[in-house]
């Protein structure tokens, strides 16, 4: 990216950086607790203030729990007056920001960032977007992020040593971002659609959220994600979405490049679009589970056979199932499946790091014969996975009426295609 443009840039940010007021509940004394209070600009000059500093470590001394509530708010009220909406708000979300941005701070620490409701919901947790920027570094790239909002993306890149700039069109978040990130973030005021750099790879997280509800179309994003796609069709380019995209829309678009599917805890937390430049080659899906450092492509051998249960039932992590890769992930740890059509794996060695349920005994499945199976067994605690046959987990637990000590799980699964189909019951020793 050159000099100039990033001059450019901070010239765009100095002419907008005070432009939009948002509209504001009209009970401005009560912090939105539900959907999140509607900050304006001046709130956020009140906030990055010396006064608006010492009047959040107050608030901040208060327990603002479910008991306390009340009570806190009205005590805030009491000594600042208008401004303990602002206030009360701005520390209950930089505790809910804790656990899920920690690992971002770089000049100012993510405990006094500034923050949005609907901006901290959105907002990638710090482990993947750690993941993402890495990336970025190793492809050696510049990066313009062009819906930066409060900063998240552009601080872990900034942790990974990548030079970026950031734009959006919400001057309040803006604002955010300038306290979040400091004044040597480099930032401006402008449109996703109306491109304000060159040569710097796209980094966009379009809005998947309007007034704490979901948009799941395509069309729906703001910016839609066909006109992000057309727009830096010449561009390197990646887009965060849902990880409940449907994947054959993005051909319908005109994406050809990687389909990335993160998870991170246990959690399916994102899909993420790279655009051809930025991925290796011949590389269409990926399958990157964060806790154990594991990536799994398309590009892998996918050479995993069919046949009975073995000792241990695996149930695959959500990244890679989401991603179409079962097989692929089988084949990397010697495992089969146990019907072509069903994300179970299984095998004789359960792989590192990875929980898996010891088959102590197989069944067609049967309530009446399950329930006699459990109870031989001793079943207390009781946890059912369920593939390919409708069943109500927590509605057959209740049934099942386990009462002994031994916790266990039960893994029900479809075996066979259509007139040779039939549902298996497997009663297993959960590895932890």
């Given amino acids: ?36 209070l509607a900050f304006t ?12 500093a010492a009047a959040l470590a107050a608030v901040g001394e208060l327990e603002l729990t479910d008991a306390t509530l009340v009570a806190d708010v009205a005590a805030a009220r009491a000594r600042f007056g208008d401004r303990a909406a602002v206030l009360v708000e701005t520390v209950l979300l930089r505790r809910r920001a804790a656990e899920k941005l920690g690992g971002l701070d770089t000049e100012i620490p993510v405990s006094n960032w500034l923050f949005t409701d609907e901006a901290l919901q959105q907002a990638t947790a710090a482990p993947v977007a750690l993941h993402r920027a890495g990336r970025l570094a190793e492809a050696r790239a510049e990066v ?32 955010m971002a300038r306290h979040n990130l400091g004044e040597s973030a480099v930032l401006c005021r402008a449109d996703a659609l109306a491109p304000v750099t060159r040569d710097a790879a796209v980094l966009a997280d379009p809005a998947r959220r309007l007034g704490g509800r979901r948009r799941f179309r395509l069309d729906d994003y703001r910016p839609a994600l066909g006109a992000l796609i057309d727009t830096y069709r010449n561009r390197d380019l990646v887009v965060k979405c849902s990880p409940g995209i449907d994947f054959d829309d993005l051909g319908r678009l005109g994406f050809g490049g990687e389909i990335e599917v993160t998870s ?17 080659r011949g590389v269409r899906r990926r399958a990157s589970v964060l806790d154990r450092g594991e990536q799994v492509t398309d590009a892998d051998p996918d050479d995993c056979p069919v046949r009975p249960a073995g000792r241990w039932i695996i149930d695959p992590d959500g990244a890679v199932v989401r991603a179409g890769l079962v097989r692929h992930y089988g084949a990397r740890h010697r495992l089969w499946q146990l019907d072509p059509d069903i994300a179970y ?66 893994v029900i699964t479809r075996i066979g295609s259509k007139a040779a189909a039939r549902a298996a019951a497997f009663v297993c020793r959960p590895s932890r």
């Fill in 1 to 36: 990216m050159e000099d100039a443009e990033l001059a450019g840039c901070e010239r765009l940010a100095a002419r907008g950086a005070e432009g939009l007021v948002l509209q504001r509940d009209d009970h401005r004394g009560q912090a939105l607790l539900s959907d999140g």
């Fill in 264 to 280: 991170y805890r246990g959690v399916v937390r994102e899909a993420c679009l790279w655009s051809p430049g930025l991925t290796q």
């Fill in 144 to 175: 313009h992020d062009v819906t930066c909002s409060i900063g998240t993306e552009l601080a872990a890149l900034r942790c990974a040593g990548v030079r970026a700039v950031g734009s959006d069109l919400d001057a309040v978040r803006l604002a």
């Fill in 345 to 410: 794996l299984s095998g004789d060695e359960l792989p590192a790091a990875v929980r898996g349920f010891e088959v102590l005994e197989q069944l067609a499945f049967d309530e009446r014969r399950l329930r006699q199976a459990l109870s031989a067994l001793d079943c207390g605690t009781l946890e059912i996975l369920v593939r390919g046959v409708r069943v109500d987990p927590d509605a057959l637990r209740r049934r099942m009426r386990p009462r002994g000590t031994r916790p266990l799980s039960v």
């Fill in 41 to 52: 600009a001046e709130d956020v000059r009140y906030l990055r203030s010396e006064s608006g």
